[in-house]
């Protein structure tokens, strides 16, 4: 069968494949949303840069900012500063714990590299989501 032949109700919904619902609270978040909750925590990092380093510009710092901040907030509340502003979190496997430090730490080093983040599968799961078994989800 082919992809125009297929009914609506045949067809595999974003989040299927992870047990998710197709849209709503806790259906995988759109690529646009994504990317603008990345601009907030990465000018959120550089701002918070810009206050150590002023007079200078924060350069490279900020790099290290972000992963620190991002990182820590996962493990801590399951969502960035710029999740929370534009209703994400993020779920992984053991959704009534705190996500696991491994997690938080290898999922944010390949988001650093912004390339993992950019190779998405058929759920629209970014590489750095599939390698730590997450996948960043609407809260609301």
């Given at each position: 069968m082919t992809r125009d032949d297929a009914s609506p109700s045949q067809e595999r919904g974003r989040g299927a494949a992870l047990g998710l619902p197709p849209e709503g609270p806790g259906s995988l978040a759109p690529f646009g949303r994504r990317v603008a909750?990345?601009?907030?925590?990465?000018?959120a990092a550089g701002l918070v840069?810009?206050?150590f380093t002023a007079p200078d510009p924060?350069?490279?710092?900020?790099?290290?900012?972000?992963?620190?901040?991002?990182?820590?907030?996962?493990?801590l509340t399951g969502q960035t500063p710029g999740m929370r502003?534009?209703?994400?979190?993020?779920?992984?496997?053991?959704?009534e714990q705190r996500l696991a430090p491994w997690?938080?730490?290898?999922?944010?080093?390949l988001l650093v590299l912004?390339?993992?983040?950019?190779?998405?599968?058929?759920d629209g799961r970014g590489l750095?989501?599939?390698?730590t078994d997450t996948a960043v989800v609407r809260d609301r």
């Open positions: 909750q990345y601009l907030v925590d990465a000018v840069t810009a206050l924060p350069q490279q710092w900020s790099l290290l900012t972000f992963g620190v901040m991002t990182a820590l907030f996962l493990v502003l534009l209703g994400l979190r993020l779920a992984h496997p053991h959704p997690r938080a730490v290898v999922r944010t080093a912004l390339l993992p983040a950019l190779v998405v599968d058929s750095h989501d599939r390698l």
